[in-house]
């Protein structure tokens, strides 16, 4: 297993340019998710650290050795594509066994890695199946075994739970969790899904229009994200955003909004521009009976846990959590206050946040 | 109303009427076919009757004479010879002939058989190599190349043939296997790159790509995982090389005559006493199908995938 270090990795197809400038490290052992919209990079990213795309500039440290210009074959990384990619005119055994051919194994060596693997994955009753006749998961089965099939130096991952059903995802977001520490592996993931993310990941890279905005773990990148992106990308509902027409000056504790003034965390960074965002968490807004926000009740979702309520205010729509028992009806007046002092302000200039003592 | 149907399957009286259709084409083509066969089963005389005979007795006389030169002998010279050995040695005597040896029916059978194969696996062999590359590289000028390869069947091939022949002639390619091979093959390559490439195109790329993070290289990505998935279309392409290259006239009369002439050039000459030997043109062409036929039921449930290919995405 291995550390993958990325410096400033550049990537374009004529004028698109899919990555831009990347730096990342990924550790040895680590669960590493690149997670963005699609079209953000994080797949090219993948691509490139395994070799089936060549960074236009830039370097990938595999256990610090350079790899970013060698082939694929020589890198020794496994990759699990979306589709799979299970070679249909050979069966499940033939198909574990495809990466060990390679390598000039005895056919015994061979045959008892491949039962080791398929053992592993709880496969090994289907070794003699087609491939085109399993389930889903157990082609995602076939497919994870046939990357780890060879102890390869890091697992890539693009995506391999996206044609997956609902139910049988969650089950293998845990079943890949284990596994990766079962095996002592170091992985890469890529996914557009924030809650697959959030479930495995040790750390998580939020990626959006080829740039690495935020490498954090899932806890600090829900609460203390660095950019407004991040902020709305994350989270479902993501975060809310109220616009302050004042600058922050750095040490500043309070906010003018409408006609009362708010607390928020004592700034440790300021801002010129005078258009800012506040942003708060949905389930960090609590309904109160006075001395409030006012708003008039646009939208209620009922998600079982929680409500989501949407609320038309002066300073925009803003979405907040609350008990799923709480009655609420639409078109209700009703006011709102924050729930604590996790506030963020983030710099209209630039969309990032600005440091504070919540933030640092 | 019959409502246990599926709306889209076809009625009871469309069903009877496309099998009619079907039924009346095939004797409309077969009829010929059947002609041939039953030619090379009747004897010289019954052939050219008039009218012509539906029922006649049967006689292997045609195939006698197609693998044979025979030469007309005076009788009592016929009868000073020991009895005949053999029951074709007999059939021939009863025509008042010996045999003086064998024909030239099978080298040249033979012939049309290493260059019929030869040509259609180098036409399936160099045309999935282009068609690999066209589906997956960035080729400079690529649309142009492929409208360039696909020029070169814009006219009947038979159109270049005084600078082939020139040409041949010249490069000692007149009459060799090699020519002909060589000739067949590029004649079949456009029509085969372009089949193959639509293949290649549906084949998703993960697959080699997984392959050669496996430790492949793309050569052997190429032929152990996407060459296999390419069956049908390489299959299709096989058929439509093989009967191009297996059915052939007009380069065969032109550039072949003795060590590279293939069967059809030959079969049509085959004289006999008097004029053309019908019962042995009709042998010959009869085993002459043969070949092509059982590699096209062989390969026939390709050969309809083959065609409607792409059509529905999987």
């Excluded at chain 1, 095996?183 to 890469?188: E, F, G, L, N, Q």
């Excluded at chain 1, 009976?289 to 409500?307: M, Q, T």
């Excluded at chain 1, 009655?327 to 710099?347: G, K, P, Y």
């Amino acid at each position: 297993m291995a550390e993958i270090e990325i410096k400033n990795l550049h990537k374009s197809f004529g004028d698109f340019v899919a990555v831009k400038n990347s730096n990342l490290i990924i550790e040895n052992k680590e669960f590493f998710v690149l997670l963005g919209p699609s079209g953000c990079g994080k797949t090219t990213t993948l691509r490139m650290i395994a070799g089936l795309e060549l960074p236009t500039s830039g370097n990938i440290y595999l256990d610090k050795e350079d790899v970013g210009y060698l082939r694929a074959s020589q890198r020794d990384i496994a990759f699990v594509f979306q589709l799979f990619a299970l070679y249909p005119h050979m069966n499940v055994r033939n198909n574990l066994a495809f990466p060990l051919k390679m390598q000039k194994l005895s056919r015994s060596e061979v045959d008892a890695k491949v039962l080791e693997a398929a053992k592993l994955l709880r496969i090994d009753h289907l070794l003699k199946s087609k491939v085109s006749s399993l389930a889903g998961g157990d082609r995602q089965r076939v497919a994870l075994g046939r990357a780890l099939v060879r102890r390869p130096k890091a697992f890539l991952m693009d995506e391999p739970l996206g044609t997956l059903d609902a139910e049988f995802r969650e089950l293998m977001c845990l079943e890949l969790r284990k596994l990766h520490d079962d095996i002592d592996a170091t992985t890469v993931y890529v996914t557009h899904d924030q809650q697959e993310a959030m479930s495995m990941a040790d750390r998580i890279a939020v990626m959006n229009e080829g740039v690495v905005l935020q490498a954090d773990s899932p806890k600090v990148i829900y609460n203390k994200p660095k950019t407004k992106f991040v902020a709305n990308f994350i989270g479902s509902p993501g975060m809310n955003f109220i616009p302050i027409n004042e600058k922050i000056s750095p040490s500043q504790s309070s906010i003018k909004l409408l006609d009362s003034s708010l607390n928020i965390p004592q700034q440790k960074e300021g801002t010129d521009s005078n258009k800012n965002f506040l942003g708060v968490r949905p389930e960090n807004l609590k309904l109160v009976s006075e001395n409030g926000v006012k708003g008039n009740v646009f939208g209620v979702e009922y998600l079982g846990s929680r409500k989501i309520l949407t609320i038309e205010t002066q300073l925009g729509n803003i979405k907040i959590r609350v008990d799923s028992d709480t009655q609420v009806n639409i078109n209700e007046q009703i006011q709102f206050d924050t729930l604590n002092n996790n506030q963020i302000i983030f710099d209209g200039s630039n969309d990032k946040a600005l440091q504070s003592d919540f933030m640092s | 109303m019959d409502t246990s149907r599926s709306p889209l399957e076809a009625t009871g009286f469309s069903r009877k009427l496309a099998a009619t259709i079907i039924i009346v084409y095939m004797i409309v083509t077969l009829i010929p076919i059947t002609w041939m066969v039953a030619t090379s089963f009747k004897s010289v005389d019954s052939a050219i009757s008039y009218p012509p005979e539906v029922f006649f007795e049967p006689s292997l006389e045609g195939y006698v004479n197609l693998f044979t030169n025979r030469s007309r002998q005076p009788k009592d010279y016929l009868d000073s010879l020991p009895p005949p050995d053999t029951w074709y040695e007999e059939l021939v005597r009863s025509r008042e002939m010996v045999i003086t040896g064998p024909s030239k029916f099978l080298p040249r059978y033979s012939n049309s058989l290493i260059i019929g194969f030869g040509a259609t696996f180098f036409s399936v062999f160099l045309g999935s190599l282009a068609a690999y590359a066209l589906s997956r590289f960035k080729v400079p000028l690529k649309d142009d190349l492929l409208f360039f390869i696909l020029s070169t069947r814009m006219f009947p091939p038979i159109a270049v043939a005084v600078p082939i022949f020139i040409m041949y002639r010249k490069l000692g390619l007149g009459d060799t296997h090699v020519g002909m091979i060589i000739l067949y093959t590029v004649v079949n390559l456009s029509l085969s790159v372009w089949l193959l490439k639509g293949f290649m195109d549906e084949i998703p790329r993960e697959y080699e790509e997984a392959a050669m993070i496996d430790g492949y290289s793309r050569m052997q990505a190429f032929f152990k995982v996407v060459l296999p998935q390419a069956t049908t279309g390489i299959a299709a392409t096989a058929i439509f090389c093989m009967i191009f290259s297996w059915n052939e006239y007009a380069f065969a009369v032109l550039l072949t005559q003795f060590n590279a002439q293939t069967a059809p050039p030959f079969i049509p000459t085959i004289i006999g006493e008097g004029g053309l030997d019908w019962p042995a043109i009709g042998a010959g062409t009869t085993l002459f199908l043969i070949p092509v036929m059982i590699f096209t039921v062989v390969l026939r449930k390709h050969l309809l995938r083959g065609i409607t290919f792409g059509a529905v995405r999987k």
